[in-house]
């Protein structure tokens, strides 16, 4: 029988999500944490799967995230099944911590695994430091991209459906929640910045950085290409020198 119309495959068709794996960290004072802990657990921290500003709803795609945390804590693989995909903690020191990410089913999709360094200490230049001591807060953040390869009819409907940016409509105040209009007619979003599943222009997770780290890895690419190279010349004279001996 034929596949039903909805999970066939759109031929030479690809979308990408980018989103943010991160951490955040914190120095445990009486004040910000009164409840009791082990005594040899000094820091607060939470870990967390988040969209990029002004992103799409990542339940479109993403249906459940599974931590796994260091070994030392109890129930160490932990699963968040709807947003904030986030878990929060309190420990002693720092580790990697494995992610799991499940897609929607639609997608067709086996699971994907990421990784992310949880920072306890103030890490980066003199000035980060210096902002997240004050702060008292270490933010690490990695911007990730999963790509759907031929997706099923179903699913590229569903990302590319409008609804996927309804949480960011402004709100009206009225019983319908979101939904204001401009008086171009045309609908309205917070803080009046269009949403997009695109990196967006500028910032640290921009095109433009993008670019920048695409030219940085072909240059390296270039680099290594040509040690390559030198390598296998030296190994061709090595050689002749052996067989004229
Ligand atoms: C370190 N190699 O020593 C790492 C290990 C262990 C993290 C980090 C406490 C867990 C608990 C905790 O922070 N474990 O007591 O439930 O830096």
Same mark, same amino acid.
């Given at each position: 029988?034929?596949?039903?119309?909805?999970?066939?495959?759109?031929?030479?068709?690809?979308?990408?999500?980018?989103?943010?794996?991160?951490?955040?960290?914190?120095?445990?004072?009486?004040?910000?944490?009164?409840?009791?802990?082990?005594?040899?657990?000094?820091?607060?921290?939470? !870990?967390?799967?988040?969209?990029?500003?002004?992103?799409?709803?990542?339940?479109?795609?993403? @249906?459940? !995230?599974?931590?796994?945390?260091?070994?030392?804590?109890?129930?160490?693989?932990?699963?968040?099944?709807?947003?904030?995909?986030?878990?929060?903690?309190?420990?002693?020191?720092?580790?990697?911590?494995?992610?799991?990410?499940?897609?929607?089913?639609?997608?067709?999709?086996?699971?994907?695994?990421?990784?992310?360094?949880?920072?306890?200490?103030?890490?980066?230049? &003199?000035?980060?430091?210096?902002?997240? !001591?004050?702060?008292?807060? !270490?933010?690490?953040?990695?911007?990730?991209?999963?790509?759907?390869?031929?997706? $099923?009819?179903?699913?590229?409907?569903?990302?590319?459906?409008?609804?996927?940016?309804?949480?960011?409509? @402004?709100?009206?105040?009225? $019983?319908?929640?979101?939904?204001?209009?401009?008086?171009?007619? @045309?609908? &309205?979003?917070?803080?009046?910045?269009?949403?997009?599943?695109?990196?967006?222009?500028?910032?640290?997770? $921009? @095109?433009?950085?993008?670019?920048?780290?695409?030219?940085?890895?072909?240059?390296?690419?270039?680099?290594?290409?040509?040690?390559?190279?030198?390598?296998?010349?030296?190994?061709?004279?090595?050689?002749?020198?052996? &067989?004229?001996?």
């Amino acid at each position: 029988m034929p596949a039903a119309t909805s999970s066939r495959r759109v031929k030479n068709t690809r979308i990408s999500r980018a989103f943010i794996i991160g951490s955040q960290s914190w120095t445990l004072t009486p004040e910000n944490h009164p409840e009791p802990t082990p005594t040899n657990h000094t820091k607060g921290w939470r !870990v967390y799967v988040r969209p990029l500003d002004h992103g799409p709803d990542m339940t479109t795609w993403l @249906k459940k !995230v599974q931590f796994k945390l260091h070994h030392t804590y109890a129930d160490a693989s932990r699963t968040i099944e709807a947003p904030p995909f986030q878990i929060q903690e309190t420990g002693y020191g720092e580790f990697d911590i494995e992610l799991r990410l499940y897609f929607d089913s639609s997608s067709g999709e086996k699971a994907q695994y990421r990784s992310h360094r949880l920072r306890l200490e103030p890490f980066g230049s &003199e000035e980060n430091v210096k902002r997240q !001591v004050a702060d008292n807060l !270490v933010t690490a953040e990695q911007c990730e991209i999963v790509e759907f390869n031929e997706p $099923s009819t179903d699913f590229l409907a569903k990302l590319t459906a409008e609804e996927q940016f309804a949480h960011l409509l @402004k709100k009206t105040g009225g $019983s319908k929640g979101r939904g204001a209009k401009g008086r171009n007619g @045309k609908l &309205e979003y917070e803080g009046g910045k269009e949403p997009s599943a695109n990196l967006p222009e500028r910032g640290p997770w $921009s @095109k433009a950085e993008e670019k920048r780290w695409l030219d940085t890895l072909s240059l390296a690419h270039k680099n290594i290409d040509a040690m390559i190279n030198d390598e296998n010349k030296k190994a061709q004279e090595r050689r002749q020198r052996l &067989e004229a001996a």
